[in-house]
């Protein structure tokens, strides 16, 4: 039984693996197109406006 359960535990941490790996080379593979500029149009905007330059509560800003 202990037999069985290593087996068991070596191929999901394989197929785990591999399953991980897919996933990291697609999102390398679609950061580029999202990043380019011809799907950007005229008035394009940022995906969250305004809160990168949003002034801070009272004008302290954290440290």
């Known amino acids: 039984m202990t037999a069985f359960m290593v087996i068991a535990v070596v191929m ?12 990291r080379y697609q999102a390398q593979v679609s950061t580029p ?6 799907q950007d149009g005229p008035g394009a905007t940022d995906a ?12 302290l800003t954290a440290r």
């Open 12 to 23: 999901l941490m394989v197929s785990m693996t591999r399953r991980i790996r897919r996933v």
């Open 33 to 38: 197109e999202q990043d380019s500029p011809e």
């Open 48 to 59: 969250a406006p305004g809160i990168a330059g949003a002034p801070h509560a009272g004008g």
